[in-house]
């Protein structure tokens, strides 16, 4: 038995027979130091501590991480699962923390996070989540796309792949610097908190994973439409290597006005715009 009274993970995937489903991006935690320390580093984040929030999870799977944050102390925990033999699995975690823990079976892709939550009762609502791979990116778009700004949450920290985390905090004229470090930090801080080793799964996947921080900014520079925004950076990167005054026109419009209105180089690429050069672009486009 662990300190919270329930049984190893690892025991815990045995008797549920919990064998990892590659369609569902499986790969399970185990070790409670570390779910501990990822619910540690929500702390703090966006003004807000753990203990006075409630966490929306996403892909609880056997429970390490849910246990963790429900250790450490998060005022209540609303988790979604795709996977009905975790949702079993979790039963008892729900039994150990009476009220605290909502397992929902569904795809949080689907999900009305918001209605799924219910009274907050004036608590700041954290995400955290050591996500499915297959859908984590869709999940970031969809949690950063919000129409309402400041969103419903106050901070977002989430398990990637390295190569996803780099692009999400990546800097202008960099490899990895393209339209998702766009979307990570228009609207929030972003930040490689500590990788995570590929060792730390069951089973371990093939590439090392790292945990993000995000937490939404107050003040949007310019704040174009994100539908514009993403318009402008679509074009843009699709053919990062080419000037803006050729990849632009994929717009539909002749680029150059737009340039020398924002004044931006019409000779400039795609990975020389910071993402404040973006925004003062698509602001002009959209007028
Ligand atoms: N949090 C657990 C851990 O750290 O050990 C499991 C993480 S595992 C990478 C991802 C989990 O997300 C799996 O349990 C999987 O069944 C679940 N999942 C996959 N796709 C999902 C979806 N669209 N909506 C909700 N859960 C999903």
Same mark, same amino acid.
């Given at each position: #038995?662990?300190?919270?009274?329930?049984?190893?993970?690892?025991?815990?995937?045995?008797?549920?027979?919990?064998?990892?489903?590659?369609?569902?991006?499986?790969? @399970?935690?185990?070790?409670?130091?570390?779910?501990?320390?990822?619910?540690? &580093?929500?702390?703090?984040?966006?003004?807000?501590? +753990?203990?006075? &929030?409630?966490?929306? =999870?996403?892909?609880?799977?056997?429970?390490?991480?849910?246990?963790?944050?429900?250790?450490?102390?998060?005022?209540?925990?609303?988790?979604?699962? #795709?996977?009905?033999?975790?949702?079993?699995?979790?039963?008892?975690? =729900?039994?150990?923390?009476?009220?605290?823990?909502?397992?929902?079976?569904?795809?949080?892709?689907?999900?009305? =996070?918001? /209605?799924?939550?219910?009274?907050?009762?004036?608590?700041?609502?954290?995400?955290?989540?050591?996500?499915?791979?297959?859908?984590?990116? !869709?999940?970031?778009?969809?949690?950063?796309?919000? *129409?309402?700004?400041?969103?419903?949450?106050?901070?977002?920290?989430?398990?990637?792949?390295?190569?996803?985390?780099?692009?999400?905090?990546?800097?202008?004229?960099?490899?990895?610097?393209?339209?998702? &470090?766009?979307?990570?930090?228009?609207?929030?801080?972003?930040?490689? #908190?500590?990788?995570?080793?590929?060792?730390? @799964?069951?089973?371990?996947?093939?590439?090392?994973?790292?945990?993000?921080?995000?937490?939404?900014?107050?003040?949007?520079?310019?704040?174009? *439409?994100?539908?514009?925004?993403?318009?402008?950076?679509?074009?843009? @990167?699709?053919?990062?290597?080419?000037? +803006?005054?050729? &990849?632009?026109?994929?717009?539909?419009?002749?680029?150059?006005?737009?340039?020398? /209105?924002?004044?931006?180089? =019409?000779?400039?690429?795609?990975?020389?715009?910071?993402?404040?050069?973006?925004?003062?672009? !698509?602001?002009?486009?959209?007028?």
């Amino acid at each position: #038995m662990y300190e919270d009274g329930l049984p190893p993970l690892r025991d815990v995937i045995e008797h549920y027979g919990l064998d990892a489903k590659k369609s569902l991006g499986q790969n @399970f935690l185990t070790d409670l130091n570390l779910t501990g320390k990822i619910a540690r &580093s929500a702390n703090g984040l966006g003004g807000t501590a +753990l203990k006075d &929030s409630i966490v929306y =999870e996403v892909g609880p799977g056997p429970g390490a991480l849910t246990r963790a944050l429900l250790m450490n102390g998060a005022h209540r925990v609303v988790a979604v699962e #795709m996977d009905p033999r975790c949702i079993l699995a979790l039963k008892d975690v =729900e039994s150990a923390y009476p009220n605290r823990l909502s397992v929902v079976e569904g795809d949080a892709l689907k999900m009305d =996070e918001q /209605a799924l939550i219910g009274d907050t009762e004036g608590r700041p609502v954290k995400i955290i989540a050591n996500l499915p791979y297959n859908v984590g990116t !869709a999940l970031l778009v969809k949690w950063l796309t919000t *129409k309402e700004w400041l969103p419903w949450y106050s901070s977002l920290t989430l398990m990637f792949q390295k190569e996803v985390g780099m692009r999400i905090v990546a800097a202008p004229r960099t490899k990895a610097y393209g339209r998702l &470090s766009i979307l990570g930090q228009y609207r929030a801080q972003a930040k490689i #908190m500590f990788d995570v080793s590929a060792r730390a @799964f069951t089973p371990p996947p093939k590439v090392t994973s790292c945990i993000i921080s995000l937490t939404p900014k107050v003040e949007l520079d310019h704040s174009p *439409k994100q539908d514009i925004l993403e318009k402008v950076v679509y074009a843009a @990167f699709n053919q990062r290597r080419k000037m +803006l005054r050729t &990849s632009l026109k994929t717009l539909g419009v002749d680029p150059l006005p737009y340039l020398k /209105a924002a004044k931006i180089a =019409e000779t400039c690429r795609a990975e020389e715009l910071t993402i404040e050069d973006f925004c003062r672009l !698509a602001k002009i486009y959209e007028a």
